[in-house]
């Protein structure tokens, strides 16, 4: 399993074109996590949660796109959500991507597609 730090990195996306690169906000502790992106009218990329197997909306002002990613960080499940839904758990689950509703359809993300996280320390 990986294991990152809380900060930022960036998301790159290995689609079917030229990998997409996105700037990357990762929320490991359970403090990061459980705030998330409560309060926020935009985010500039997406977010990362680690380790997350579901979500919930309750108190966001957007809605978002969740990419349920596996160990591998293959994307095994996506759908976009609007503010106040539960997520469903994802068994296979091990991290959640969660980005403002529509941006993953423009980088190229559906299910299947592979990503890789780069932290600013590499």
Sequence with gaps: MRHWQDG????????????????????????????????????????????????????????????YLDRRLTVIALRTMPPGR????????????EAEAGAMAGWGVRVGTRVSIETEAE
Aim: net charge positive; aromatic share 2%; glycine share 10%.
């Design 8 to 67: 930022r990195g960036s998301l790159v996306i290995h689609g079917d074109e030229n990998p997409v690169t996105v700037p990357l906000e990762i929320a490991t502790s359970y403090r990061a996590r459980a705030k998330g992106l409560l309060g926020r009218d935009s985010l500039d990329g997406a977010m990362l949660l680690s380790p997350a197997g579901s979500i919930h909306t309750f108190r966001m002002r957007m809605p978002i796109d969740v990419a």
């Design 86 to 97: 539960l997520g469903l758990p994802r068994p296979r689950s091990r991290h959640v991507l």
